[in-house]
T-cell receptor
Framework: ELKVEQNPLFLSMQEGKNYTIYCNYS?????LYWYRQDPGKSLESLFVLLSNGAVKQEGRLMASLDTKARLSTLHITAAVHDLSATYFCAVDVNTGNQFYFGTGTSLTVIP | GAGVSQSPSNKVTEKGKDVELRCDPISGHTALYWYRQSLGQGLEFLIY????????KSGLPSDRFSAERTGGSVSTLTIQRTQQEDSAVYLC???????????????FGPGTRLTVT
C-alpha cells in the first residue's frame, strides 16, 4: 500500500513568515493533489500537479512536484491568519481507485 | 450556482441498522467521488463514478457498503448493518470529468456526519 507522509504535522508560524510543508510518498506516481480544510468544514481543492517539475501558485501558496524524489512541497509566503487550516496532500497511482491522503498538516498563523 | 449538497447533514443510528447517504453533485459534473474522514483512519477514498458507472469498487471498506448513481446525477452511499467503526464524516465531491483518471478540480459537499451508537 502506498504511504503518504506529511511533515510537519503541526505548524505554528507568525504572520509574515515563510514556511514549507512537505509531502513524501512511497511509490511511483506523477499525480499529486493538495487540499485545504478549515476547522469543522469540508475539503477544498487547492492544486493539481500532474508531471515532474510541475509548479502551481495561487496567492501566497505555491505547490511543486518532484516525481523522482517522490516529494511535493507546499510553500507559504508571508503567511496571514486566513491561511490557518489543515492542509492535505493526496497521491493516486493511475489505477482509478488507489488514491491516498497524507496525514495532514495543521497550520496556525499567529498575528 | 448551487454547489454539491449532501443529506442528511447529521445521522445518528443504532448499530446494526442500515443507513443511506445522499449526494447531489454540481449540475453537469460527470465525475463523482465518495470519501470518508475519521479520527482513526484519516481521509479515505471510497469510490468514484464516471457517469453512472463505478469502474472499481475495491475502495469500499467492506461488503456492507454499496453505492450507486442514477441519471448521471444523484448518488447514494448505503451502509448495511452499521458498526461503530463506520462512524465518520462522509464527503462527496464532483468534478467536470476524470480524463485518463486525472482528477480535475473537485468541489466538495459539506459532508454527512454519521454516528453509530
Amino acid at each position: 500500500e502506498l504511504k503518504v507522509e506529511q511533515n510537519p504535522l503541526f505548524l505554528s508560524m507568525q504572520e509574515g513568515k515563510n514556511y514549507t510543508i512537505y509531502c513524501n510518498y512511497s511509490t511511483t506516481s506523477d499525480r499529486l493533489y493538495w487540499y485545504r480544510q478549515d476547522p469543522g468544514k469540508s475539503l477544498e481543492s487547492l492544486f493539481v500537479l500532474l508531471s515532474n517539475g510541475a509548479v502551481k501558485q495561487e496567492g501566497r501558496l505555491m505547490a511543486s512536484l518532484d516525481t523522482k524524489a517522490r516529494l511535493s512541497t507546499l510553500h507559504i509566503t508571508a503567511a496571514v491568519h486566513d491561511l490557518s487550516a489543515t492542509y492535505f496532500c493526496a497521491v493516486d497511482v493511475n489505477t482509478g481507485n488507489q488514491f491516498y491522503f497524507g496525514t495532514g498538516t495543521s497550520l496556525t498563523v499567529i498575528p | 450556482g448551487a454547489g454539491v449538497s449532501q443529506s442528511p447533514s447529521n445521522k445518528v443510528t443504532e448499530k446494526g441498522k442500515d443507513v443511506e447517504l445522499r449526494c447531489d453533485p454540481i449540475s453537469g459534473h460527470t465525475a463523482l467521488y465518495w470519501y470518508r474522514q475519521s479520527l482513526g483512519q484519516g481521509l479515505e477514498f471510497l469510490i468514484y463514478f464516471q457517469g453512472n458507472s463505478a469502474p472499481d469498487k475495491s475502495g469500499l471498506p467492506s461488503d456492507r457498503f454499496s453505492a450507486e448513481r442514477t441519471g448521471g446525477s444523484v448518488s447514494t452511499l448505503t451502509i448495511q448493518r452499521t458498526q461503530q467503526e463506520d462512524s465518520a464524516v462522509y464527503l462527496c465531491a464532483s468534478s467536470l470529468d476524470r480524463p485518463d483518471l486525472v482528477m480535475l478540480r473537485q468541489y466538495f459537499g459539506p459532508g454527512t456526519r454519521l454516528t453509530v451508537t
